[in-house]
């Protein structure tokens, strides 16, 4: 998958079939394909949005801030040592 997580290319690919199935259904049900700029609109951002999960890296990643270090105390050395 080009993508860097599988789930997220799973949903681009569902998001562009269900697209690719609404633009057929509207074609078949109007006689042709959309007319109005709306229905335009409407298959190019679901096409765009499928492709843009395809291709999103986001395996791996997050939005936490870098660790910061924390100090940690050493327990005092024993007498007899």
């Known amino acids: 998958m080009p993508g ?4 997220t290319a799973v949903m681009g690919y569902a998001l562009i079939v269900l697209d690719v199935i609404q633009f057929i259904g ?3 049900e109007k006689q042709g394909v959309p007319n109005t700029l709306q229905g ?3 298959t190019l951002a679901g096409l ?3 492709i843009g999960l395809v291709i999103a890296k986001d395996f791996d ?12 105390t050493i327990p005092p050395a024993s007498p007899g040592v």
């Open 26 to 28: 509207q074609a078949v």
């Open 4 to 7: 860097g997580s599988w789930k």
């Open 61 to 72: 990643k997050s939005n936490a801030p870098a660790p910061t270090p924390q100090a940690t």
């Open 40 to 42: 335009w609109i409407v």
């Open 48 to 50: 765009a949005g499928g």
